[in-house]
């Protein structure tokens, strides 16, 4: 333990020394470095795959959809490195001004962009978040500190390796580290490092998450589970509730911002419900409704589906699962909303303005969509470049978490002698 | 401890339920009920200055100092209702557009401001706190849960009574709460209700703000001690440096953005310490000399000061106490301000644009000031409105806290169907 503690803190004294001298690194000799990054892993791309394998093999008898999130091939690994070159394209964040003024007495105020300092990424199976990461901690002048699960072992000890010689001539030795240890308790100490590390961003499931926010003593930035809604209004135009409806849920259910409940009027339930139940089902999704949904389902049309409990409006399925409630009102999806779901992305379908207003400002989500999918609270789809994920807290940053929002911003004031009197 | 507790997710239940609201309670009625609050205050003072009477009798024996802190007259509570009314004044953050730009698709994308939720701010003695942190939150739409030193009992019980009553016909009812109970366990209780409380903001000494950072499982916003530096540097209008350095240290010592340590370049020494010592002496500052300093003012000047310990560098006076040292470079300044300051207020004096652009770029500071003195950091000096006090953290927000930081934001995305591919 002892040992162990002094390793992490050397790791950290390291990142915040880097730290130091990235921030006044320019946008070039980061860039440079980011180019260097995805040469190197095209350059090592097989020995990034057999380290891979190496972990593929030691997981053998897990379940597929983690096998699945542990993979990395080499094409994976080429993937990895292209994602890396449009990050170096991306606008740098760091130095940017935001905003100018006059203070009291002429004082001249500079608000500028400047860089977290050292961020801490917690993560778990899924490798090429050690590469993308870094990627973006790079281009934006901060320092990282990865610690990836122990099931990733091999794979991120050579990405990081790779990563690690590619920034040696550009950027300090610091700027990009791994913690190795397997032990459960290096967790644990890096989240007292107060000192050293200004944020702590977790990344993976929801006990992952919790453990890291009750034991951080540093700033968490949360990317928690998204029970995201589309709310079908009884002035929507049904065709298009169907095609955004069906988007939402099968495009892609493994992702947070997929749809995992469906509010729809009451007043168009006859008409909308067995059309997307049918079209949903013949996709293979399994449906759960409440029981006025049951009822006109089997009613019209004789389509049967599971009825939704009550831990079903909270239960974020990642799956092709969804759960219906036919709605009384605009006010009752909105509460519905706000009571169970998770701050991420919901939608309102209708033509009609002011309940769109209406829903748009009173549903509390990062994301409040008004005729389109849920699915694209992305930073890529949000033109906002690369992501490191989308934050359900309100603190920092909410919604997509891109580059601008992985800086901080500091106070510039000129003056020509004044004092306070 | 089980009642404490029911007590106090009761309240903190009710912030949650008010801040629902109150996010859509428009400007006018949040500034009728701020209106209201300082005229309730006017009203209520002799009854506020008689419950502070009070906690003065109890504090009997304490030090003059915290006496100070205590006290609230009704002189005091006049003031408060005026910096109320001035805050009506002020720019609504809400519903402010930040930006507006389109994503794929031609996703109208709108990123707006919106009240953070509940804002709890735990704080000792000063009991206009009470006042001045629950109009801020009323302005920025966020529920306030105050909770204040056992010592203010009655002033802050008497205060918010008549806030409370004030605003009932305009906002709901959970907006403005306090946490009467004088149990130590009430902070720790608070500190892990993350269901119903978006941001802890501590304000008091460091001991205060470390208990909530250790315990807290919401993010907190750090309002930390400020060791602020001025370095003089060898390109210095001298005359301009003693003007600033003076005012920087006595105009008003108890405050954080007043400077503790002072900085001089060896080139200029000689010339300055004796002008710049002799004046603070004369008005009663006691100063603590690196050897170097020590030498220089024996040789030339026979002043005498104390030596500097190793410790003055990291110590916050908060007083009419000086330590100074004689640095061989800025390069030597700007290491020793990102050792020991606190990331609060540093500044420069020089006519050297370069050298001056260094500085400010290199110091890793709140604000970094050229020619000026770092008395300045402040929200109304800054011209940004009243403040919730001084952030030292780099997360959500740096700097003066004003209503800005008191928000989050949300997006708005406007569709025509669109759907993702």
Same mark, same amino acid.
């Given at each position: 333990?002892?040992?162990?503690?002094?390793?992490?803190?050397? =790791?950290?004294?390291?990142?915040?020394?880097?730290?130091?001298?990235?921030?006044?690194?320019?946008?070039? #000799?980061?860039?440079?470095? !980011?180019?260097?990054?995805?040469?190197?892993?095209?350059?090592?791309?097989?020995?990034?795959?057999?380290?891979?394998?190496?972990?593929?093999?030691?997981?053998?008898? #897990?379940?597929?959809?983690?096998?699945?999130?542990?993979?990395? /091939?080499?094409? %994976?690994?080429?993937?990895?490195?292209?994602?890396?070159?449009?990050?170096?394209?991306?606008?740098?964040?760091? %130095?940017?001004?935001?905003?100018?003024?006059? %203070?009291?007495?002429?004082?001249? =105020?500079?608000?500028?962009?400047?860089?977290? %300092?050292?961020?801490?990424?917690?993560?778990?199976?899924?490798?090429?978040?050690?590469?993308?990461?870094?990627?973006?901690?790079?281009?934006?002048?901060?320092?990282?500190?990865?610690?990836?699960?122990?099931?990733?072992?091999?794979?991120?000890?050579?990405?990081?390796?790779?990563?690690?010689?590619?920034?040696? +001539?550009?950027? +300090?030795?610091?700027?990009?580290?791994?913690?190795?240890?397997?032990?459960?308790?290096?967790?644990? =100490?890096?989240?007292?490092?107060?000192?050293?590390?200004?944020?702590?961003?977790?990344?993976?499931?929801?006990?992952?998450?919790?453990?890291?926010?009750?034991?951080?003593?540093?700033?968490?930035?949360?990317?928690?589970?998204?029970?995201?809604?589309?709310?079908?209004?009884?002035?929507?135009?049904?065709?298009?509730?169907?095609?955004?409806?069906?988007?939402?849920?099968?495009?892609?259910?493994?992702?947070?911002?997929?749809?995992?409940?469906?509010?729809?009027?009451?007043?168009?339930?006859?008409?909308?419900?067995?059309?997307?139940?049918?079209?949903?089902?013949?996709?293979?999704?399994?449906?759960?409704?409440?029981?006025?949904?049951?009822?006109?389902?089997?009613?019209?049309?004789? !389509?049967?589906?599971?009825?939704?409990?009550?831990? /079903?409006?909270?239960?974020?399925?990642?799956?092709?699962?969804?759960?219906?409630?036919?709605?009384?009102?605009?006010?009752?999806?909105?509460?519905?909303?706000?009571?169970?779901?998770?701050?991420?992305?919901?939608?309102?379908?209708?033509?009609?303005?002011?309940?769109?207003?209406?829903?748009?400002?009173?549903?509390?989500?990062?994301?409040?969509?008004?005729?389109?999918?849920?699915?694209?609270?992305?930073?890529?789809?949000?033109?906002?470049?690369?992501?490191?994920?989308?934050?359900?807290?309100?603190?920092?940053?909410?919604? +997509?978490?891109?580059?601008?929002? !992985?800086?901080?911003?500091?106070? !510039?004031?000129?003056?020509?002698?004044?004092?306070?009197?």
């Amino acid at each position: 333990m002892k040992k162990l503690s002094t390793e992490i803190i050397c =790791i950290a004294q390291r990142a915040r020394k880097a730290s130091k001298e990235l921030a006044n690194c320019g946008s070039a #000799q980061r860039n440079k470095a !980011l180019l260097a990054m995805a040469e190197a892993l095209r350059e090592h791309k097989q020995r990034i795959a057999k380290a891979n394998k190496k972990d593929l093999e030691l997981a053998k008898g #897990q379940s597929n959809a983690f096998l699945g999130r542990l993979k990395l /091939d080499e094409q %994976g690994v080429l993937k990895i490195a292209e994602r890396i070159e449009k990050i170096v394209h991306l606008e740098d964040p760091v %130095g940017k001004l935001i905003k100018e003024w006059e %203070g009291v007495q002429g004082l001249k =105020i500079r608000k500028v962009r400047v860089p977290i %300092g050292v961020i801490a990424v917690i993560y778990e199976s899924r490798p090429e978040v050690s590469a993308d990461c870094s990627a973006l901690c790079v281009k934006s002048g901060n320092a990282v500190i990865l610690k990836g699960g122990k099931e990733a072992f091999n794979s991120n000890q050579a990405i990081t390796q790779a990563l690690r010689e590619a920034i040696k +001539p550009y950027l +300090p030795e610091g700027t990009v580290n791994l913690i190795e240890s397997k032990e459960r308790e290096a967790v644990d =100490i890096l989240l007292t490092l107060s000192d050293y590390i200004d944020l702590i961003i977790p990344r993976g499931g929801e006990s992952l998450i919790r453990k890291v926010v009750e034991k951080s003593r540093i700033p968490v930035i949360k990317h928690y589970k998204g029970i995201c809604h589309i709310y079908v209004d009884e002035d929507a135009d049904l065709n298009m509730a169907e095609e955004i409806c069906y988007n939402a849920k099968v495009q892609k259910p493994s992702t947070c911002n997929a749809m995992e409940t469906l509010l729809i009027h009451t007043d168009v339930a006859v008409r909308f419900l067995p059309f997307i139940v049918r079209r949903l089902q013949n996709s293979g999704v399994e449906v759960r409704g409440c029981r006025k949904t049951k009822q006109i389902l089997d009613a019209i049309s004789k !389509l049967q589906v599971k009825e939704a409990k009550e831990e /079903d409006w909270s239960t974020e399925y990642l799956d092709l699962i969804l759960s219906i409630k036919v709605v009384e009102s605009l006010e009752e999806a909105i509460e519905h909303i706000n009571k169970y779901g998770t701050k991420h992305s919901d939608a309102i379908i209708t033509d009609d303005r002011k309940k769109a207003e209406e829903f748009l400002q009173r549903v509390d989500s990062a994301c409040v969509y008004w005729n389109a999918s849920t699915r694209f609270t992305d930073g890529e789809q949000f033109r906002m470049g690369a992501e490191m994920g989308i934050s359900t807290d309100k603190i920092h940053c909410r919604g +997509p978490m891109a580059l601008e929002e !992985l800086t901080s911003y500091k106070y !510039l004031i000129y003056g020509r002698g004044q004092i306070r009197e």
